[in-house]
């Protein structure tokens, strides 16, 4: 009975800096936010400032999304609206991209000029900035890495940063971009061949699964302790697409890319008859949004760890997400065709995302001791800690981001000088 008592204090103790988050975000919206009058439409609502700002807001959600994950955020419900919904922030992101690169080509002459220079060329100094950081880390933290291990996370053959795929997958779809776009017959079937590239990618993850399968030991997780004494490149994860997230959004790059390829077709649809076209996106999202969680929860991408080495529940799930995130992403510019955010703040936020998201994970290690001991989550000072937690993380990851920017703009106008 007192632990029942005990534990509905903690949950409710939480529940209030759950709200006070919530609150703060509703706030920061209603700053500067756009609303179309009675009859009206937001023309500039896919302009660079607003997608600029849409992008700042995702990244709060995402970095968010990531602190609710923690075992001491997972066991007292806090924040935890935030926790299942990752891959429809990162979707946005996918769909930004596209859209953008579209816009650009078809609006700025000579845009693939020098494209390796001024696109490719700033992310991958960035992403070894990064290394260059996370390595500084576990060297004062001494994890215990092999030496085959570091060489590989120092050169970019595995990941240094488990959240840093999305700068490998993004460069795939550049990459791609370019060769495509340069040449006019293929430029014709773009999405077609976009959306053959996103579903390769998808077939890569499945066959692959989440760990070397075809190494043999399959069965290794199931013994008590032998996680040390496998080798760090057959565990679940440590080599390149083993993981659902590396494929489960990036279908939206190709969504943005068709929305900005038939952008006036597709706006004039939307905005005759529109709040049957509004109602009609809420009923399609949340169906669809019901058939992922269904799937995430029921039938699993991790099906391998119960025995199933099939692909079909993979299959299943990356089938559900897709149309999740799709169906997502459409509610959300359909909105905002009404109703979007442009304010200071999320636009800055929306300049330095990708620094904001390549910064989180060393953080939410770096405080981890005000919540975590020995892999048990820590209750203290009336629960403050959960909330100095989540506000350290936020601070901190904003002047890392802002130091990390400033040293990749540096960088990077030394070595094209070069």
């Given at each position: ?63 968010l ?29 996918f ?67 488990s ?55 399959f ?20 080599l ?18 068709a ?90 936020f ?38 100095l ?30």
């Amino acid at each position: 009975m007192c632990y029942n008592i005990g534990k509905i204090r903690l949950e409710s103790s939480m529940n209030y800096i759950s709200i006070f988050v919530y609150a703060v975000l509703f706030i920061s919206f209603l700053i500067g936010i756009q609303v179309a009058p009675c009859g009206e439409f937001k023309k500039n609502s896919l302009s660079l400032d607003a997608m600029t700002s849409l992008k700042g807001v995702m990244a709060i959600f995402v970095l968010l999304h990531h602190i609710s994950q923690k075992q001491a955020f997972l066991q007292t419900n806090t924040i935890s609206f935030f926790r299942e919904i990752g891959i429809l922030f990162v979707g946005v992101f996918f769909f930004t991209s596209g859209y953008g690169l579209h816009r650009s080509f078809s609006t700025k002459p000579d845009y693939l000029k020098g494209f390796f220079k001024r696109r490719i060329f700033p992310i991958v100094c960035s992403y070894y900035v990064m290394v260059a950081v996370y390595a500084v880390y576990y060297v004062i933290t001494k994890p215990g890495f092999a030496l085959s291990e570091w060489i590989c996370k120092l050169t970019g053959l595995t990941l240094i940063n488990s959240q840093s795929w999305y700068v490998y997958v993004i460069l795939i779809m550049y990459v791609s971009f370019y060769f495509i776009y340069k040449n006019e017959k293929l430029r014709c079937h773009s999405i077609l061949i976009f959306t053959l590239i996103t579903l390769l990618q998808a077939l890569l993850f499945i066959v692959l699964k989440h760990f070397p399968w075809y190494a043999g030991e399959f069965g290794w997780w199931q013994i008590p302790d032998a996680f040390a004494s496998v080798s760090w490149w057959k565990r679940p994860c440590a080599l390149l697409f083993e993981g659902e997230w590396w494929i489960n959004s990036t279908i939206c790059f190709v969504l943005g890319l068709a929305v900005a390829k038939y952008e006036k077709q597709f706006f004039q649809w939307v905005e005759k008859k529109y709040p049957l076209k509004f109602l009609t996106a809420v009923l399609v999202c949340s169906g669809f949004t019901a058939a992922g969680f269904y799937c995430i929860w029921n039938i699993s991408y991790w099906t391998e760890f119960a025995g199933d080495f099939g692909i079909s529940a993979k299959l299943i799930c990356y089938i559900a997400q897709s149309f999740q995130v799709i169906s997502t992403v459409l509610f959300i510019i359909i909105f905002m065709r009404k109703i979007y955010v442009k304010n200071r703040f999320y636009n800055f936020f929306g300049k330095i995302s990708l620094e904001v998201y390549l910064m989180q994970e060393i953080v939410l290690f770096c405080w981890g001791e005000l919540i975590e001991s020995e892999n048990e989550p820590v209750f203290s000072f009336g629960n403050l800690n959960i909330a100095l937690y989540a506000l350290l993380v936020v601070l901190t990851v904003l002047c890392s981001a802002i130091i990390y920017r400033a040293i990749n703009v540096k960088l990077a106008e030394k070595l094209k000088n070069c």
